[in-house]
């Protein structure tokens, strides 16, 4: 690609495609702007579908991949070949999840439930172990800001993470069992 009269190394269509399907599942597609451009790129760039599918399956995006492109074709319109219309088809769960998707659209909600959605979304259960895993363990902000360690004891926020999220989501739990418990 030229940028100010200089060529730049960019991403295939096909890539480029894929990058759009991975951010716009982070965000379930709620900013409508990325469902635009993932629509416009079907469109206009000339996608090598077989390349994509091949592709979407090998790294475990064949779901997350439907359901853009269920999107893409029933909220813009954007014209999909036969065979991965084939592929919508046969797949349940990626109409399912992208109907969720349209109804907060139209309900205008908040993306209440996103973790699930990134859960049913995924096609392996390696990446479901992995996102579960990181979700309880991988520190964030939030960790950094409710508890100062120094540099050379960053790996105790590893540890303190599923303690904060403990003491910040387990009381609320315990109350609501304890109705039942009784």
């Known amino acids: 690609m030229a940028v100010a009269g200089r060529e730049i190394p960019t991403f295939c269509p096909e890539d480029t495609l894929l990058i759009l399907v991975i951010h716009g599942t982070k965000h379930c597609w709620l900013p409508l702007g990325l469902l635009c451009d993932l629509a416009m790129l079907i469109e206009t760039a000339g996608?090598?579908?077989?390349?994509?599918l091949a592709r979407a399956?090998?790294?475990?995006?064949?779901?997350?991949?439907l359901v853009g492109l269920w999107l893409a074709r029933e909220l813009l319109g954007a014209a999909l070949p036969e065979r991965v219309l084939g592929r919508l088809a046969a797949e349940a769960r990626a109409p399912k999840l992208a109907a969720e998707i349209r109804e907060r659209f139209l309900a205008d909600r908040p993306a209440a439930g996103e973790s699930r959605f990134h859960l049913r979304s995924m096609d392996r259960m390696r990446d479901r172990v992995r996102f579960l895993l990181g979700t309880i363990f991988e520190p964030t902000e939030a960790d950094w800001d409710s508890l100062r360690i120094p540099p050379s004891l960053f790996p105790l926020y590893y540890l303190a993470r599923p303690l904060r999220l403990l003491a910040k989501h387990g009381s609320r739990q315990a109350r609501r069992l304890r109705p039942r418990l009784s």
């Not at 996608?47 to 994509?52: F, H, K, L």
């Not at 399956?57 to 991949?65: K, P, S, T, V």
């Open 47 to 52: 996608i090598d579908w077989e390349r994509v």
């Open 57 to 65: 399956g090998a790294l475990g995006l064949r779901r997350r991949l």
